[in-house]
Nanobody
Framework: QLQVAESGGGLVQPGGSLRLSCAAS????????IAWFRQAPGKEREGVSC????????HYANFVKGRFTISKDTLKTIVYLQMNNLKPEDTAVYYC?????????????????????WGQGTQVTVSS
């Protein structure tokens, strides 16, 4: 059974850092574009960042550019989201998503409908 799982969330002070991880069972992430989304209380889910299967293409939402970095591990089986200089407005549940089309998950805009598999999410809270 395919499962996607995120980890690494937590409580951090403004200006702090966290690294989120995304792994999957029943699916080899090596062959898939992967995206991160987030959903804050009372708001719609929004795309944060994505990385191509070969890890040579990345995209970031404007509100995280220069602060977040997406990457894959050497074997390309784990996807990371390094989040630096966190702000209170980054508080949200962060989701890892696998696209319906393995190569269709890393365009300049990210749309929920393009993704088939989702993790349960990991809570990130930025507060002093």
């Amino acid at each position: 059974q395919l499962q996607v799982a995120e980890s690494g969330g937590g409580l951090v002070q403004p200006g702090g850092s966290l690294r989120l991880s995304c792994a999957a069972s029943g699916l080899t992430l090596t062959y898939y574009d992967i995206a991160w989304f987030r959903q804050a209380p009372g708001k719609e889910r929004e795309g944060v960042s994505c990385i191509s299967a070969s890890a040579d293409i990345t995209h970031y939402a404007n509100f995280v550019k220069g602060r977040f970095t997406i990457s894959k591990d050497t074997l390309k089986t784990i996807v990371y989201l390094q989040m630096n200089n966190l702000k209170p407005e980054d508080t949200a549940v962060y989701y890892c998503a696998v696209p319906k089309d393995p190569g269709g998950g890393c365009g300049t805009s990210l749309t929920d409908d393009d993704f088939r598999y989702w993790g349960q999410g990991t809570q990130v809270t930025v507060s002093s």
